[in-house]
């Protein structure tokens, strides 16, 4: 499966197209932010859908360019679907699928434009020689909904996608910002911590043989951040995933977790949704099952995969059936917001700590070995600041 695939499977993409109108009118102008205008339409015609990404060589106050598309295509309507931040301002088009892309003209007065982003790829930029503020792209008409093109909102790094795993990270910009996000304080604790309990997850999940034994059914787990740009998918408050999927996607039978982080970036809530069974609820203390759904034991939910519990210092229990019991837990302060600890079979075994430099594409994984200074590791991840994609 291709990146621009795998991150399209996580955006939730649609399997099939959605049979929307097409409109009459020739090249139209961008609808100002909040309104909901789109162009007439001809009536059962099926049409694609496209995002772009406008960002900003240096951040401002948030404004709205001038767009204006071809004869054939339209915004699709909503505010969540034109949207400025103080780096960016991204937008959705629909019309015939155009695979070859079409032609789309900007202007910006008083804003230079530093690249477009569409999925995964910068698209070339073709400047106006005579006005500064005016430019183009080829913009590719390709995908069957809207959310299909959630990866171009996002900026993600997979640093393992392979049997039993699917293991993204997420690069928060508080420049970067949109839908409810904007009316909060920017989660500065919980972005950063997020980070270093993805990367000790990881770690739990492939030391404890967890990863491979999901490999070996046709599973995966699912380990992710939250992200703060996406009005298309309202992630919020702050929340991670380890979730199990009884098969390769989340249109297999899942137990999808999310752990609520506190200020502190401390975990106090699990809200797990499980197939067939709705949300059930874990604080700190109340151990969460994750099963298999292979077979009719425990009610119909299969074998169990292993427990999950909210420790009193805001870190987690990760059990195996068959043991040794893993933990993430706090760091030297107390805290997950500087560095988390792990232990394996109640002992100290490692620590990390993680350091995003989400403005030039650079993280940095630092590992200690508690017990075995051989453990001792440190990793450089280079990705596109705009895009995730490693390097």
Do not use: C
């Not at 109640?346 to 993280?363: F, I």
């Not at 200690?368 to 001792?376: D, Q, Y």
């Amino acid at each position: 499966m291709s990146t621009l695939s795998r991150r399209a499977l996580v955006a939730g993409a649609s399997a099939s197209g959605l049979a929307l109108a097409l409109p009459h009118s020739a090249a139209v102008a961008e609808p100002a932010a909040g309104t909901a205008e789109s162009a007439p339409a001809a009536p059962g015609a099926a049409v694609a859908y496209a995002a772009f990404r406008l960002v900003r060589l240096r951040p401002g106050d948030p404004a709205v360019p001038e767009v204006t598309l071809p004869e054939g295509y339209e915004f699709v309507p909503g505010d969540r679907y034109h949207v400025a931040s103080r780096a960016e301002y991204y937008s959705f088009v629909r019309g015939p699928a155009a695979p070859d892309g079409i032609e789309v003209s900007v202007r910006w007065p008083g804003v230079t434009v530093a690249a477009v982003v569409h999925m995964d790829t910068r698209l070339r930029l073709r400047r106006d020689r005579a006005g500064r503020h005016r430019f183009a792209f080829t913009l590719p008409v390709t995908q069957p909904s809207a959310d299909a093109n959630q990866p171009t909102l996002q900026i993600w790094s997979h640093p393992d996608i392979s049997p039993g795993m699917y293991y993204k990270l997420d690069h928060n910009d508080p420049d970067r910002v949109a839908g409810p996000w904007t009316t909060v304080a920017w989660p500065a604790n919980q972005a950063r911590s997020q980070l270093h309990q993805l990367v000790a997850a990881h770690r739990i999940l492939v030391d404890s043989g967890l990863k491979a034994t999901a490999a070996a059914k046709g599973h995966r787990w699912f380990v992710a951040g939250f992200e703060t740009n996406n009005t298309l998918h309202v992630d919020n408050p702050p929340h991670w995933h380890i979730s199990y999927n009884s098969g390769s996607d989340f249109n297999s039978p899942t137990h999808n977790t999310h752990f609520w982080l506190d200020a502190e970036a401390k975990n106090f809530y699990n809200g797990m949704d499980v197939t067939g069974l709705g949300r059930l609820r874990h604080y700190v203390g109340d151990p969460a099952r994750l099963y298999d759904f292979a077979g009719d034991a425990n009610g119909g939910r299969g074998e169990l995969v292993a427990t999950m519990t909210i420790r009193e210092d805001g870190g987690i229990d990760i059990a195996p059936p068959a043991g040794p019991v893993y933990a993430l837990a706090a760091g030297r302060d107390g805290s997950l917001i500087e560095e988390v600890t792990l232990l394996r079979d109640g002992r100290p075994w490692l620590r990390v700590a993680t350091e995003d430099r989400y403005r030039v594409g650079l993280m940095t994984l630092r590992t200690r070995g508690l017990s075995h200074p051989a453990e001792n590791d440190f990793t450089l991840l280079r990705y596109d600041p705009l895009t995730g994609v490693l390097v």
